[in-house]
C-alpha cells in the first residue's frame, strides 16, 4: 500500500472540520487527495440541489463553504440541479409525502440559486448539469435494473421511512425511486466525493452502492456536514420557518438583526460553521462566554457584523449595525422608515402580511401572542385590533421592523 503523504493528511484534515468522512474517514480521503495529485485528475466534487425554494438561506452555506475547499484545492465542482428529483422530492426527514414540483416550477426556482451560490463559491468554474438529462430518458428496462439494486428491506432501514410506516403514514412507491436517482446521479457523473447534511446519509452512502453496481473501482467518499440550526437554536434552519430562517436574500439589515437574535449558546456554533475562524479563536471564545469575561453579546455582534459583511460589503455591515445599535440598543426608530399609506380599519393580521412583515397570518398572530407588535410605542394585544389613527403613527413588528402609517 502506498504511504500517504503528510501534505495530503493535512488537506484530509481540514476538510473534516466539522465533517464526517465515510466510510474510512481521513486516511480514506488523504488517499484519495494523494492519487488525484499523482494521476494529475481532478476529484469529481459532487452537491445535488432540489430548487424546491426560490431562495438558499445560510443553513445551505455551510456545505456550500466546504465545496469551496475543495475548490480552493484544484478539484472539480459538480452541482447537480435537481431537475428531476425535485419533481417527486427528497423524503429525507419527512413525516408525510411530499407535494412533487411541475418542470416549471423546477426551472423557475432554479434561476435565481447559482447567482445566491455565487456569493459563497466560484461558479463560474464549476460544472454544473441537471439529472433530467439522463433521468428523463431512462428506459423501462433501464429503470428496473436500477430498482433491481437495492431491497425495500434496505430501504426501510431508514428511520423517516420506518417511522412512518409505524405509524400507519402513507409512503408513496415514487419516494422509494427518490434516493435511487439521486444515487444514479454519481454514475452519470462519476462522482469521486458527495456533499451533502447528514440527514442524506442514506441517500449519499447508496450512491456508492450504486456506482459498484454499475462498475466503480473506487466508489465515491461521502462528505457530511451538520444542519445549522435556526434562530430559535432548536429546529434546522428552513424556509418551513420563516421566522427563524436567514435567507441570502434577505438585506443587510435583516441579516444582521437575525442573526443578534441567536441564543448565546449558538454563537461559537455560527462562528465555527458560517465563518473561517481558527480553532483557537474558537476555543477563546468558548471560555470567554462560558466564564463571563466577556459580554456574548459583543462576541454575537461581531459574528453578525463578518457574516453580513461577507454577504452585502462593509459599508451595508456598517450601517446594519449601526441601525441595530440605535434601534435595539438604545430603543430608538430608524430614521429610513418607509410611509405607508393605509386605510382606516384594517385587521392588523393582514396589515402586517400585505407589508411583508410576516410570511403569514400565523406569524403574524404568534408576533402579537409574544408581545412583538406595537403602535406608536404601544402593544397590540389581541388578534382582531383594527388599525385607525387621526394623523400618522409608527408600527413596530419585531425588533427590526418598521413602518410609518399615513392616511
Not at 100 to 121: D, I, P, R, T
Amino acid at each position: 500500500m502506498t504511504e500517504i503523504r503528510e501534505e495530503f493528511i493535512n488537506q484530509a484534515k481540514h476538510i473534516a472540520r466539522n465533517a464526517e468522512i465515510l466510510p474510512g474517514g481521513i486516511e480514506e480521503l488523504a488517499a484519495k487527495l494523494q492519487y488525484s495529485h499523482d494521476t494529475q485528475k481532478p476529484l469529481r466534487v459532487k452537491l445535488g440541489m432540489d430548487p424546491t425554494r426560490p431562495d438558499l438561506h445560510l443553513g445551505h452555506t455551510v456545505v456550500m463553504r466546504k465545496l469551496k475547499e475543495f475548490q480552493a484545492l484544484g478539484h472539480k465542482i459538480v452541482l447537480i440541479v435537481g431537475g428531476a428529483t425535485a419533481m417527486v422530492g427528497d423524503p429525507s426527514g419527512k413525516t408525510e409525502t411530499r407535494p412533487a414540483l411541475s418542470k416549471e416550477q423546477v426551472e423557475e426556482n432554479a434561476k435565481s440559486y447559482f447567482e445566491q451560490m455565487s456569493k459563497v463559491l466560484d461558479v463560474s468554474n464549476a460544472e454544473v448539469t441537471n439529472n433530467a438529462d439522463w433521468l428523463h430518458k431512462m428506459s423501462f428496462v433501464e429503470l428496473l435494473k436500477l430498482s433491481a439494486q437495492v431491497t425495500v428491506a434496505q430501504m426501510m432501514t431508514r428511520d423517516d421511512f420506518a417511522k412512518r410506516y409505524s405509524e400507519g403514514k402513507p409512503i408513496s412507491i415514487v419516494e422509494f425511486f427518490y434516493p435511487l436517482m439521486q444515487a444514479y446521479d454519481s454514475v452519470a457523473i462519476d462522482a469521486d466525493i458527495e456533499l451533502g447534511g447528514t440527514d442524506q446519509r442514506f441517500n449519499t452512502l447508496l450512491g456508492r452502492d450504486i456506482q459498484a453496481a454499475y462498475g466503480k473501482k473506487y466508489p465515491q467518499l461521502v462528505v457530511l456536514l451538520p444542519l445549522l440550526e435556526g434562530t430559535d437554536g432548536v429546529v434546522k434552519m428552513s424556509k418551513t420557518y420563516p421566522e427563524h430562517c436567514i435567507s441570502l436574500t434577505d438585506s443587510a439589515k435583516d441579516m444582521f438583526g437575525k442573526l443578534m437574535s441567536i441564543p448565546d449558546n449558538m454563537i461559537t456554533r455560527y462562528y465555527s460553521l458560517l465563518t473561517d475562524i481558527s480553532k483557537d479563536e474558537l476555543e477563546l471564545y468558548d471560555k470567554q462566554i462560558s466564564d463571563g469575561t466577556v459580554n456574548p453579546r459583543n462576541i454575537k455582534m461581531q459574528l453578525a457584523h463578518l457574516i453580513t459583511e461577507e454577504y452585502h460589503g462593509k459599508q451595508a455591515a456598517d450601517k446594519a449595525q449601526e441601525d441595530f445599535i440605535n434601534v435595539v440598543s438604545n430603543k430608538g426608530i430608524p430614521d429610513d422608515i418607509a410611509e405607508v399609506k393605509v386605510e382606516q380599519g384594517v385587521n392588523i393580521l393582514d396589515l402586517l402580511v400585505n407589508l411583508n412583515f410576516v410570511a403569514s397570518k400565523g406569524e403574524a398572530k404568534r408576533l402579537i401572542q409574544g408581545g412583538g407588535v406595537k403602535i406608536d410605542g404601544e402593544k397590540i394585544a389581541e388578534v382582531s385590533y383594527t388599525v385607525s389613527f387621526d394623523n400618522e403613527v409608527i408600527l413596530q413588528a419585531g425588533k427590526r421592523k418598521f413602518a410609518k402609517l399615513v392616511r
